[in-house]
């Protein structure tokens, strides 16, 4: 075998520069601005040139904490200047920053003033601080800004949102994790962007506003998420959502103090993992739910909010009309299968129905002797499809399976996904499904537990 030339060694050492502009766009896309940098070493192509007309632009300071010794300048600062300065005058794709605690306010407002006037599509911001910030008016006065992300810790909310975060006119996608939302004259924020599809809001800062309203036409898929808030972070703000194109609607965490929801068109799917701990809010959760009335698919979590009514109960889902296909999250304990049965009740034209067994600290759970009996027999002519995930083997999950099977008329398939360490054996629970009579045409199907490779109903 010959011998590789030295010419041909020194192209082997640098393949990089061989690449096409395209491609070294690509992979460079995913790196550190500082990694790209250092990859620029290998091939003096790049080095000369192509660093300079990179789209995208990421800039993370943790990359920096270790790597040099300390100094009293700020060589993350320095490095982040020099890149947005010396490289070629083209559009920005995306820019995505992390700053730490000691990093210049001015600093990083100058650097999204230079990002907004070389075009960018879309911000990705993290902030770690120990400052308060307000944000740049001229970020959202961009027409060419298509996504905005914003972060910050949620234990030190200091990024105050400006009043121009409402006029982004050609925004798209809008994510906002613990900031402040900003503050307006009138107390009514209102988020009406005439190109916005997607919304995400998590644990951000809002008690000084009396109404947050969103009303973005184009919106599709909405995510509010308060987990983490405080009850009076939200208890005397309203939430107006109106004349939206919703197909995917998500809340989580304490409801605020009222919620209008009106037009939400076509809405296929939506989640409510409410805070089981907040037990007055169950008559907003019901107004709550019934501004959902054009939901198809339906998730349910905090079902302990809700009063042991079978009445409350069985009119609690009845103004979804529409709805098919519903997945309740709840414990097995005597009280969440009573509640879980009721609402059943109330939705006659249900087709598939899923049941996730979590466990929630409820006390008091008995398993020989029940503290609330399931309700009457009640026929369903059209579900056709039941799955339990994380089944256990309890004697109330069990009563609870031979209640739906003796009332699901035109049953076709029981999944039953079997808890791996923490169920009784499949032969004891078919034992006593055998005993139930059920459709010729129906199925039960048992499987150890897993993440992975469910049929989704």
Same mark, same amino acid.
């Not at 910030?133 to 400006?162: A, Y």
């Not at 409410?274 to 054009?294: E, M, Y």
């Not at 309890?394 to 049953?411: S, Y």
């Given at each position: ?12 050492? +640098? ?72 490289? +070629? ?131 599709? *898929? ?6 983490? *808030? ?38 296929? *799917? ?146 039953? +996904? ?40």
């Amino acid at each position: 075998m010959s011998e590789w030339s030295p010419t041909q060694k020194r192209r082997g050492r +640098d393949r990089i520069s061989n690449l096409p502009d395209d491609i070294l766009q690509q992979v460079f896309s995913f790196l550190d601005m500082k990694q790209v940098m250092q990859t620029s070493l290998l091939s003096k192509r790049f080095k000369q040139y192509s660093w300079k007309s990179l789209h995208n632009l990421n800039f993370d300071y943790s990359l920096w904490k270790q790597t040099l010794p300390p100094s009293p300048e700020d060589p993350f600062s320095n490095f982040v200047d020099q890149v947005l300065r010396l490289r +070629d005058d083209l559009a920005i794709g995306k820019f995505k920053l992390s700053v730490g605690r000691l990093h210049n306010l001015d600093t990083i407002q100058a650097w999204f003033n230079m990002v907004t006037n070389q075009c960018v599509r879309e911000m990705d911001i993290f902030f770690h601080l120990t400052l308060s910030i307000v944000l740049n008016s001229s970020i959202f006065t961009s027409d060419h800004l298509q996504v905005f992300k914003l972060e910050s810790d949620f234990q030190n909310i200091r990024v105050q949102l400006p009043e121009s975060m409402c006029s982004a006119s050609s925004l798209k996608t809008l994510k906002l994790v613990s900031v402040a939302l900003p503050y307006v004259n009138t107390g009514e924020l209102v988020l009406n962007y005439p190109m916005l599809e997607n919304l995400f809001i998590k644990d951000c800062f809002q008690a000084h506003l009396k109404v947050f309203n969103i009303c973005s036409p184009q919106l599709k *898929n909405l995510v509010i998420d308060n987990s983490h *808030n405080g009850l009076w972070n939200i208890a005397n703000c309203k939430l107006k959502i109106c004349d939206v194109k919703l197909i995917y609607f998500e809340y989580k965490g304490v409801l605020y103090e009222d919620c209008l929801l009106q037009n939400l068109n076509p809405l296929d *799917n939506a989640a409510l993992y409410l805070n089981p701990n907040v037990i007055r809010q169950a008559d907003s959760v019901t107004k709550f739910i019934g501004g959902l009335c054009n939901v198809k698919m339906l998730t349910l979590e905090g079902l302990q909010i809700f009063p042991n009514s079978a009445t409350t109960l069985q009119s609690l889902l009845t103004p979804l009309s529409k709805l098919r296909k519903l997945k309740l999250r709840a414990s097995h304990d005597n009280a969440s299968i009573y509640k879980i049965a009721n609402i059943l009740q109330g939705c006659p034209l249900l087709e598939t129905f899923t049941w996730e067994v979590i466990n929630v600290q409820v006390s008091g759970i008995k398993d020989n002797k029940a503290e609330f009996t399931l309700p009457p027999d009640h026929i369903w002519h059209h579900l056709k499809f039941v799955k339990i995930l994380k089944l256990r083997g309890h004697k109330n999950e069990v009563e609870f399976l031979i209640f739906l099977l003796k009332n699901a008329m035109v049953l076709e398939e029981m999944y039953l +996904d079997r808890h791996t360490y923490k169920t009784r054996s499949k032969q004891y629970i078919e034992k006593l499904l055998a005993s139930v009579p059920i459709s010729p045409s129906a199925k039960i199907s048992f499987r150890p537990y897993t993440y992975i490779n469910l049929p989704d109903f």
